[in-house]
């Protein structure tokens, strides 16, 4: 039982890094109905800035909140300049740009920072001794710690979606561009806005994971896998449905690790069954809106 | 056979889409200009390429040190190359076959790459228990390639059905994960005995044959000297496949199922209704491209003689490098994949020995840091004299813009000299030919979206007078009654 404990926290611990990684992509989908192939790419660049922060002297929280930004200034770049003049042109062509930003962000990390794996020290304890016991299960802080940066991130945003002019601005883009356009909204501000939020969330991500996992240039290529799974999982416009679905994700993995023997080695596959399966039966997700298409 | 045509904004370019609407006479257009006849056979084919590959092939072979045509003189790793470069060329094709012509984005085919390079060794090794085929398991090499590219059909058809049902990015999804998955059911350790798990397959390379063919006696031999020689074999033999590929390809694209790839690509909907079956056209492409890139992996795996889950091609870079060479040569240009392989390989090379020579790291980020200052200055000059008049007028916060771009461009500056010169301690430049493609992949994605073989059949185009078909006679005489036919 309590190793069951221990690995639930794994899990949601886990899961909350794809949950973060999914909403930054549901926020994307949402105003653009564009699944951003660089999210985690450009996590990991910020990653590896916060590392140079934190080696230069300045304490952690203020290098991830830099990195945070130099995120939301990235995310809002690409869409200003890749994204947006290439979807007036060409939509199709705008999933190949992304995987050239992919491309690109990735072997930049690799240029500039070598290929050896550098290290980010966590936000939390990660002491020997900094855990607490819920019955026999030791439960580390810095799992606990990871969740609730997810609960704060799902609180702010719910906030801003929907307590603030901005965020109504934001649904209303979301909902129809034309429209906002036409009530005064400046769209295209507001989807630099929502790609650099989105970026900045996945910086986030990025810097939680390091610690545990090791910076090195791939260091989102799973967890990205990983989260945009959970974004179908739940729903691609759907904030609450990328939150379930990646502790769900997270979940899943943990236990198959755990439990399965014979599957831990394999978890893309399984990940490639859920998604198929995802797509066969229940194509809008579990929180996602049906699709009526209008012809 | 130039067919550019134009549809509301958008301009699509497709090899062999147009030459039923149109017709192309010879002679002297009438600005005077000459005016080519394509033709269509044996002879059309050997124009091409006599004009396009023979002329690349000679153009690597001296970058890369090769002297002499026949005999003595050839480079070996330039061999390697341009056979490389020839097998992607393939892989490529696969790739415009879903992605150029039926407009269903892939970022998987590294995976039918893998399982087309394993489906080779796996054979030729004996690996598995084949009880019909095969002398005791052990198959020759030629016969794999045939099994392998049934094999990726199948699975191909499989994978696709589900995502292709839905649109766009979940197809690309899909395929994303479908390459890790590939991977890890290659390392995985219960399969050991046929994929050798996270080790891979150490085989030995393959020896290329002495005859061409050995019929009733008849012989023709090749003069290669075994496995010395295997680079020049397995140039021919991959060129060889990739000629007859792109022979099927533009045949396919002129049956039936081509023009209802091509339909589905343009307009799903409007397909439909035609009587077109979208889940069926886009798994059969799907099957069919993942048959044609396993051709390649097996070539690939035949030449290297090993394999293991880790080559950079089967992975999720592979995949990339795949859509890269696409997207260069041109989606949906028949050309396209062998144009934009050559490059690949090509500019890759350079990176690579850029990136491995002890470089000179002051004066690579100097001209770095010169190129971006320009970039930027001519960025902030031409929005000022843009928007010159707003800024002397102040409309819209029109001089308050201004400064932000100044600043904005002059932080981003500072932020890049500052990253390009503090933060590299000694790194190597290793991601060089990385950021060269991903840079690449944007730039055509937004300034050259035929790629280089559709950008260069356009500028063809002008000197090609394509007259139209006038509507027949009888179509119009058809027309019911009451109706109006509408003249030109």
């Not at chain 2, 549809?7 to 009438?30: C, F, P, Q, R």
């Not at chain 2, 390079?117 to 690996?127: F, K, M």
Request: charged share 15%; net charge neutral.
């Amino acid at each position: 039982m309590s190793l069951f404990i221990q690995r639930m926290f794994d899990g949601l611990a886990e899961g909350s890094i794809y949950a973060l990684l999914a909403l930054a992509l549901v926020v994307i989908f949402r105003s653009t109905g564009q699944l951003n192939f660089a999210q985690g790419e450009i996590g990991t660049l910020c990653a590896f800035f916060a590392s140079t922060f934190t080696l230069s002297g300045l304490p952690v929280w203020v290098a991830i909140l830099l990195a945070m930004a130099i995120g939301f200034l990235i995310a809002a770049f690409v869409e200003r300049v890749v994204v947006r003049p290439i979807e007036d042109r060409n939509p199709g062509a705008v999933i190949v740009a992304l995987i050239g930003v992919f491309l690109a962000v990735n072997q930049l990390s690799a240029m500039f920072w070598g290929v050896d794996a550098r290290s980010l020290p966590s936000l939390f304890p990660t002491n020997a001794d900094s855990f607490f016991r819920i019955g026999d299960a030791a439960i580390r802080w810095e799992r606990v710690g990871i969740i609730g940066v997810l609960a704060v991130v799902v609180v702010l945003l719910f906030l801003l979606f929907n307590r603030t002019k901005i965020g109504l601005a934001m649904r209303a883009v979301a909902n129809n561009q034309e429209s906002s356009n036409l009530v005064g909204i400046r769209v295209g501000n507001i989807l630099i806005l929502g790609w650099g939020l989105a970026g900045a969330i996945g910086a986030l991500a990025a810097v939680m994971l390091a610690p545990s996992a090791g910076l090195t240039g791939t260091l989102m290529l799973g967890p990205f896998l990983y989260a945009s799974v959970a974004a179908v999982l739940g729903g691609l416009d759907s904030p609450v449905g990328a939150v379930v679905g990646g502790l769900l994700i997270g979940l899943l993995k943990a236990f198959l690790i755990g439990y399965v023997d014979f599957l831990s080695d394999m978890l893309f596959p399984v990940m490639l069954v859920v998604l198929l399966s995802v797509l066969l039966f229940r194509p809008a997700g579990l929180f996602g809106t049906e699709k009526v298409e209008r012809v | 056979m130039s067919d550019v045509h134009h549809e509301g904004d958008s301009v699509t370019l497709d090899d062999g889409e147009v030459e039923m609407a149109t017709e192309v006479v010879s002679g002297k257009s009438a600005g005077g200009l000459p005016v080519f006849t394509p033709q269509h056979g044996a002879l059309h084919w050997l124009g091409r390429v006599l004009v396009f590959a023979l002329p690349l092939a000679y153009l690597l072979m001296r970058v890369f040190g090769v002297t002499g045509i026949v005999g003595g003189g050839w480079s070996n790793s330039g061999l390697g190359l341009l056979a490389d470069a020839f097998i992607i060329a393939i892989a490529v094709m696969g790739v415009n076959l879903i992605t150029g012509y039926t407009g269903q984005l892939s970022i998987g085919h590294s995976a039918f790459f893998a399982i087309g390079a394993y489906t080779g060794l796996v054979l030729t090794q004996g690996r598995v228990s084949t009880p019909f085929f095969g002398d005791e398991n052990v198959w020759d090499p030629g016969w794999t390639i045939p099994v392998a590219a049934a094999l990726c059909f199948l699975v191909g058809c499989v994978v696709g059905l589900p995502a292709l049902r839905l649109k766009g990015i979940y197809l690309a999804l899909t395929t994303l994960v479908f390459v890790e998955a590939v991977r890890s059911i290659l390392k995985y350790e219960k399969f050991e005995d046929v994929t050798g798990g996270a080790t891979g397959i150490k085989g030995d390379k393959y020896t290329p044959p002495e005859y061409v063919f050995d019929f009733f006696g008849i012989k023709l031999p090749t003069g290669l000297d075994g496995r010395a020689d295997l680079n020049q074999w397995m140039i021919y033999l991959s060129l060889a496949l990739l000629l007859f590929i792109m022979l099927m390809v533009s045949g396919i694209m002129r049956s039936r199922i081509g023009r209802a790839m091509v339909a589905t690509r343009d307009n799903e909907l409007a397909a439909e209704v035609m009587g077109v079956n979208l889940s069926v056209i886009k798994t059969v492409a799907f099957g069919l491209s993942g048959a044609i890139t396993g051709i390649g992996g097996a070539l690939f795996g035949l030449k290297l003689g090993l394999v293991d889950a880790d080559v950079p091609l089967f992975g999720l870079f592979g995949a990339i490098t795949l859509l890269v060479a696409m997207v260069v040569g041109g989606a949906a240009q028949n050309w396209g994949p062998m144009v934009g392989a050559v490059f690949y390989v090509f500019v890759n090379e350079i990176a690579r020995s850029i990136g491995e020579a002890p470089a000179d790291y002051e004066a690579v980020f100097t001209i770095t840091l010169i190129v971006l200052v320009v970039v930027v200055m001519v960025v902030v000059a031409r929005y000022v004299m843009q928007h010159r008049n707003d800024i002397r007028a102040n409309v819209s916060n029109g001089a308050w813009k201004a400064v932000l771009v100044v600043v904005g461009s002059m932080s981003a500056l500072v932020a890049a000299g500052v990253m390009l010169l503090g933060i590299s301690d000694g790194g190597k430049l290793d991601g060089l030919g990385g950021v060269i493609f991903g840079v690449l992949l944007i730039l055509f994605a937004r300034f050259v979206p035929f790629g280089a073989v559709g950008t260069f059949r356009i500028f063809r185009s002008r000197f090609v007078q394509i007259i139209p078909k006038p509507p027949s006679e009888s179509r119009a005489a058809k027309a019911p009654e009451g109706v109006q036919v509408q003249g030109r």
